[in-house]
Every structure is written in C-alpha cells, then in structure tokens.
C-alpha cells in the first residue's frame, strides 16, 4: 500500500522561507516522476514542479522559478520542497505526488500540508 505524508507546512511572513518534506511508504520515490502540487482557497489544484526520472530533470512554474528547489533523498525515500522568498500567493495547500507506471499510469497523493504566507 502507497502511502504519502507531507510535512512542514505552517505560517510564515512573506519573504520568509519554509522546507517541505514528503515521507514515502509502499513505493520507491528515487524510480518514479514526482510532483509537488498545490491548491488555493477557491483555484484549482496546479503543478509547482516536477522531477522526472533523474533528479536533474525538473520543471518548474514559471510562479516559482528561481524560489523553490526540488530535492529527492533516496536514503529516506523522501522528497523535499524548499520554498524561499515567498509570497502571499504561495498561500496554498501543498500536495506531494507520485506517478507509477504499471499496465497504464497511476498516481499517488499525500493528503497535504498548509502554507500560509501572511504579516
């Protein structure tokens, strides 16, 4: 059984930074393409960034480029977003993802952290 769980979310004053980590049970993180998502009050879920196969194949949204890094830890089978400079439109729920390719693509899903970024 899969099993995704983020952490380090919390509130924090714009510029301000945060480090996000997603622990991984079920599944092997370091074989897969990985995500980190995030949804807003009232906006639909988007991609933040992507990280293919290797760890140097990512992308990123062009909101983020250049603030937030992906960062994969095959030791601990966890994934990290390190978030700086940020903004009040980071405001979100963070959401790491795993794609696994069996017969046909599925993905997993952690069930989320919340980042508020407020004075």
């Known amino acids: 059984q899969v099993q995704l769980v983020e952490s380090g979310g919390g509130l924090v004053q714009p510029g301000g930074s945060l480090r996000l980590s997603c622990t991984a049970s079920?599944?092997?993180?370091?074989?897969?393409?990985v995500n980190w998502y995030r949804q807003a009050p009232g906006k639909e879920r988007e991609r933040v960034v992507n990280?293919?196969?290797?760890?140097?194949?990512?992308s990123y949204a062009d909101s983020v480029k250049g603030r937030f890094t992906i960062s994969r830890d095959n030791a601990k089978n966890a994934m990290y977003l390190q978030m700086n400079s940020l903004k009040s439109e980071d405001t979100a729920v963070y959401f790491c993802?795993?794609?696994?390719?069996?017969?046909?693509?599925?993905?997993?899903w952690g069930r989320g952290t919340q980042v508020t970024v407020s004075s």
């Open positions: 993802n795993v794609n696994v390719f069996a017969t046909k693509w599925v993905d997993y």
């Open positions: 990280m293919g196969y290797t760890d140097d194949s990512t």
């Open positions: 079920g599944v092997t993180l370091s074989g897969h393409p």
